[in-house]
């Protein structure tokens, strides 16, 4: 079963806080369709991905430069996998112009702000 819109941020408490769907870190409708409507599953692959994204967010400023091609492909990958588009947006920038600071500060503030959105609908 699909659930859409009816997924997890509208069932539980601080998923509706954040605004308009396109506007939210996370599409819950991608996820809900990357996890065949099924909550649990959800709610485990989101808190895979904010380890994940957290432990990018912390080796990737510091990392060379093919360590953070490697750090900044994989992440990409599962922000994709999630429906976290601005993350896999940036990661690709990443990619593309591994030294450029600006993308690197972004990223950190985009993975901050999907940390801050999964804990809220996970309340």
């Given at each position: 079963m699909i659930r859409g819109e009816s997924g997890i941020a509208f069932s539980m408490?601080?998923?509706?806080?954040?605004?308009t769907a396109g506007?939210?870190?996370?599409?819950?409708?991608?996820?809900?369709?990357?996890t065949m409507g099924d909550r649990?599953?959800?709610?485990e692959?989101?808190?895979?991905?904010?380890?994940?994204?957290?432990?990018?967010?912390?080796?990737?400023?510091?990392a060379d430069i093919n360590e953070r091609l490697l750090l900044a492909h994989g992440l990409k990958g599962s922000a994709r996998g999630i429906g976290a588009f601005a993350i896999a947006d940036c990661a690709t920038a990443i990619e593309r112009q591994p030294e450029n600071v600006s993308a690197l500060k972004?990223?950190?503030?985009?993975?901050?702000?999907?940390?801050?959105?999964?804990?809220?609908?996970?309340?």
């Open positions: 408490p601080g998923g509706d806080v954040s605004g506007s939210r870190p996370v599409d819950m409708a991608h996820l809900a369709r990357q649990a599953l959800e709610q692959v989101l808190a895979l991905f904010v380890q994940q994204a957290l432990s990018v967010r912390d080796r990737i400023v510091d972004r990223l950190g503030t985009l993975i901050e702000e999907v940390r801050d959105f999964i804990a809220a609908i996970s309340r």
